[in-house]
């Protein structure tokens, strides 16, 4: 059951992207005086569990009536579909996509030939075994920075976090989202991306190394959407 706010303050809710923590959330800082932030947390899916009713069981965890709803990535994904069920003051994505149309040309190829699933999500549960190989230091500084935030390494939740990213649906951006992007996202690029607060800089990650971008500009964002 959802519960109108007391305190006045606007009730955030965060969705971290694919398999990561909330913590990805850690530098973004919104003054507690005016919004009381919340982080939704990734769920392992059912047998065969449609992303709508998945979205359905996350709403559970939205106590809130008319809250704000931010997403990272996937997560960005997510909170549109939630947003389809419950009623929502605003819906801000960040490196995300807002249709199927923004997918990058190979997710597209992907979706169209089910190449997908063929994708070895399995050497995920490796991840440990490649501090020992001779990497270079870029490569060891993401690898650090991916397992420090990732929350989820089950198969099964990548394969159908990915199967939903790449067959997504939606056609068309639902009216008033606030979309977030970089202009340096490799994995969602710029050129795919229509009506968008571009982030000079961004990468895909850019949550976490843009968070001074984030803190200056979000609070607007919140309160006010695209008309700030």
Not at 180 to 187: N, S
Request: a positive charge.
């Amino acid at each position: 059951m959802q519960i109108e706010s007391n305190t006045g303050l606007i009730p955030v809710y965060m969705m971290p992207g694919m398999a990561a923590k909330a913590s990805i959330f850690e530098y973004i800082s919104l003054d507690p005086n005016r919004f009381e932030v919340i982080y939704l947390t990734w769920k392992l899916p059912t047998k065969n569990e449609r992303l709508e009713d998945y979205a359905q069981r996350m709403c559970e965890d939205v106590i809130h009536q008319n809250p704000v709803l931010i997403g990272v990535s996937f997560g960005g994904i997510l909170v549109q579909e939630m947003a389809k069920l419950i009623d929502v003051r605003q819906v801000i994505i960040i490196s995300s996509l807002k249709s199927y149309h923004e997918l990058p040309t190979r997710m597209k190829f992907a979706r169209k030939t089910n190449a997908f699933k063929v994708l070895p999500t399995s050497l995920i549960n490796y991840m440990e075994q490649l501090d020992y190989l001779p990497l270079g230091k870029s490569f060891k500084k993401r690898l650090q920075l991916y397992k420090k935030y990732m929350f989820v390494s089950d198969k099964y939740y990548l394969d159908w976090s990915i199967e939903n990213i790449v067959s997504w649906k939606q056609k068309q951006a639902p009216k008033g989202i606030v979309h977030i992007h970089g202009d340096a996202d490799l994995v969602f690029p710029l050129e795919h991306i229509e009506n968008c607060h571009v982030v000079p800089g961004g990468t895909h990650i850019m949550i976490i190394n843009k968070y001074r971008w984030f803190n200056k500009h979000l609070p607007n964002f919140i309160t006010y959407g695209n008309q700030k």
